[in-house]
């Protein structure tokens, strides 16, 4: 069997094939700026009614504004999507998936941004005492599960504001010891189909589960809960294999994403799944945030008329994820009473959302980007240029 090296070294002499589409870099801008709404806007409706909102326009907004939370579940969407995309792509061309260049790769990506905010967790509290941080959660975190330090601590939301974004990537990374395995076995397309409606079964059987008897779990950051859109940008993917599913009418795309961001707001108006749920919440929401995050997916899919500023800050999403809360949390605390007040509140959103931007292009110029180059020596089929 010819080793990682030679089999790089022989695929890297052939006609590489590269997959890139810039409409998901768009797509994951919009993700992170959903929740950022989501962190920014009050989601109460009597915010809204003291503005002058009739009543049903007020609980609507607040809705919406709650449900843009599900902008991480278009995260792992994307996610889902993009790597199984790579990994057939790669066992197709190279005859086998590299798996130990793929965990080089992911590293690569990921690893950096994602320890240098926890170093940058026990730095923020020199200026500002109040983000001090327990070592028992970074504990959790190097070890990529930093959502379960929230679970099993009993240490509630109280955690660094540097550090709580990266519960959800932990969670993603977790899933991701797994999967290249999975593409590795060289079960068809049709078998890994299988694999992720299996995957569907066994998160609303855990619903089922942690819901029925209580189990005190959070269901919102639990690894096996949250499999829903996982799978889902999984099966979008072998879809995409197979069939053509880009909306030729111009009016079917913001139809789809209108819908989805509907579906997204039924829910939110419906059960609070970031909380206690009920069993129908539990089985029922979860699958619909799922196929909402699918909607939205399917009306950028095959888009061609892309706005470059949108392409580099979906390339820089990461860093806009990873930042966003903590200048959030200086500029409220620099603004103070300001924000009580429409105009002031406007300022306060407009000067986050530029100081995040500022802060994450700064982040992927001068230190992500390193990294992503030298990623670029373990990739089999190129993807998004550095």
């Known amino acids: 069997m010819a080793t990682a090296a030679s089999s790089m070294s022989r695929y890297k002499g052939e006609s590489q094939s590269a997959f890139y589409r810039p409409e998901l870099d768009t797509l994951r801008f919009f993700a992170f700026l959903a929740v950022f709404a989501y962190h920014a806007f009050p989601n109460v409706s009597s915010v809204y009614e003291k503005l002058g909102a009739p009543k049903f326009l007020a609980q609507a907004v607040a809705d919406c504004a709650d449900s843009a939370r599900f902008g991480v579940d278009l995260f792992f969407l994307l996610s889902a999507f993009l790597l199984t995309e790579l990994l057939l792509r790669e066992r197709e061309k190279a005859g086998s998936v590299d798996v130990r260049f793929f965990y080089i790769r992911r590293a690569l990506r990921i690893w950096p941004l994602y320890f240098l905010a926890i170093v940058l967790a026990y730095l923020v509290p020199i200026f500002d005492p109040s983000q001090a941080v327990s070592w028992r959660y970074a504990f959790w975190y190097v070890f990529m599960l930093g959502n379960w330090s929230y679970l099993l601590t009993g240490f509630g939301y109280t955690t660094s504001l540097m550090l709580s974004p ?11 010891l797994i999967w290249p395995n999975v593409v590795r076995s060289r079960l068809s397309e049709a078998g890994l189909a299988r694999v992720a409606c299996l995957l569907l079964v066994l998160n609303t059987l855990a619903c089922l589960e942690i819901s029925i008897y209580k189990r005190g779990w959070n269901l919102w950051l639990n690894s096996f809960t949250r499999m829903d859109s996982i799978a889902a940008g999984i099966l979008l993917c072998l879809a995409s294999r197979k069939y053509k599913f880009n909306l030729s009418s111009t009016a ?135």
């Open 166 to 176: 990266l519960w959800s990537v932990s969670l993603e990374e977790q899933f991701y």
């Open 252 to 386: 079917l795309r913001p139809a789809a994403i209108l819908a989805g961001i509907a579906i997204w707001a039924l829910v939110a108006a419906n059960w609070k799944l970031h909380e206690a749920v009920s069993v129908p919440g539990a089985l029922v929401g979860y699958p619909l945030i799922a196929l909402g995050s699918s909607l939205i997916f399917v009306g950028f899919w095959g888009t061609t008329q892309q706005a470059p500023v949108l392409i580099y800050l979906g390339k820089i999403s990461y860093g806009l994820y990873v930042f966003h809360l903590l200048v959030m949390h200086f500029v409220f605390r620099a603004l103070g009473d300001a924000t009580k007040h429409l105009s002031g509140f406007l300022l306060y959103t407009a000067t986050a959302l530029t100081g995040t931007f500022i802060l994450s292009m700064a982040s992927y110029q001068l230190f992500e980007a390193p990294f992503l180059r030298l990623k670029e020596r373990f990739t089999y089929v190129s993807s998004r240029p550095v």
